[in-house]
């Protein structure tokens, strides 16, 4: 059978190659724009990506640097604790012989103040939370100490001599409650004797219900006692309440009794007048109110 006309294979292959031609002129001719559109819209598509990408590295970096920051941070910080340690060891060495020789100051003060022949002694034992405990001195028989000398301190009267042995003795402090004290109010010049009624307290005793007593008034040694010499510091009134025929008047003694180090030991029965050391700081006594 004859082959129909315009389907045979060499017919085929001139309209492939026409085809091609007219393609690759084609091409040629308009190649360059539809490559700028290619380009744009794969500028469009990766636009979005380049941005996510762009962030997601600034993030990168700045987390980089937050975790650089952070460990700088960290490493000062323990060069701080170390410093702050070796400054706190310093201090618990340093501060106990600071407040010693603040106190040796202040004690060589009152010593020069009072026209009597002092001793200064140091504690070496506070043992006011046993049962009939007291302070003991480092300073005994063989300086001359004797029982009933009185002790003071820069802030105010400590107590007296209770025992003494060749080398220490003890101190009975005036908040004991088997002490007692001769002592007057500082604005009406009552006398009344002082009795310890437990740690920093004590109670005056024999002051009549007639007498005008105010809280946070000065009390002072009357002299009376032959132990301290009139005019030093004892304390503040903390209460006043009437009880029979006399005034119950707590006092809030001025001694710091459980943070004592340096003491003076006053003279065997010292002459009754004396110039006082000081007067009461202003305001001392308001806090009692």
């Not at 106190?103 to 022949?117: F, T």
């Not at 105010?214 to 030093?232: C, I, K």
Request: proline letters at 7%; zero cysteines; aromatic letters at 6%.
């Amino acid at each position: 059978m004859a082959p129909r006309a315009g389907w045979r294979s060499t017919g085929w292959q001139g309209w492939i190659l026409v085809l091609l031609w007219l393609g690759h002129g084609l091409w040629v001719l308009t190649g360059r724009w539809p490559s700028l559109g290619l380009v744009k819209a794969l500028a469009v598509v990766s636009g979005p990506v380049l941005k996510i990408s762009a962030k997601w590295e600034t993030r990168g970096e700045a987390r980089r640097q937050i975790i650089q920051n952070l460990a700088s941070a960290e490493q000062e910080n323990a060069q701080l604790k170390t410093k702050v340690g070796v400054y706190e060891l310093q201090e618990a060495r340093e501060g106990p012989r600071r407040a010693e020789a603040e106190e040796a100051i202040r004690l060589l003060g009152l010593k020069r103040q009072l026209p009597l022949e002092t001793l200064a002694a140091r504690v070496i034992a506070n043992t006011r939370t046993a049962p009939f405990g007291g302070l003991v001195l480092d300073q005994g028989s063989d300086l001359g100490l004797q029982p009933d000398q009185g002790v003071i301190a820069p802030e105010g009267v400590v107590g007296r001599i209770w025992s003494v042995g060749s080398r220490q003795a003890s101190v009975l402090p005036l908040d004991a409650y088997n002490a007692s004290t001769g002592v007057m109010l500082a604005r009406s010049r009552a006398t009344g004797v002082l009795q310890g009624t437990g740690p920093g307290k004590a109670e005056i005793r024999y002051i009549s219900s007639q007498e005008g007593v105010q809280v946070g008034e000065a009390v002072y040694t009357s002299g009376l006692d032959r132990v301290f010499p009139r005019g030093l510091l004892v304390g503040f009134v903390s209460q006043v309440r009437p009880r029979d025929t006399e005034l119950k008047v707590e006092v809030a003694l001025s001694a710091p009794l459980d943070r004592l180090h340096l003491l003076l030991v006053l003279p065997a029965k010292p002459p009754i007048e004396v110039s006082p050391p000081s007067t009461p700081p202003v305001g001392a006594g308001k806090g009692l109110q």
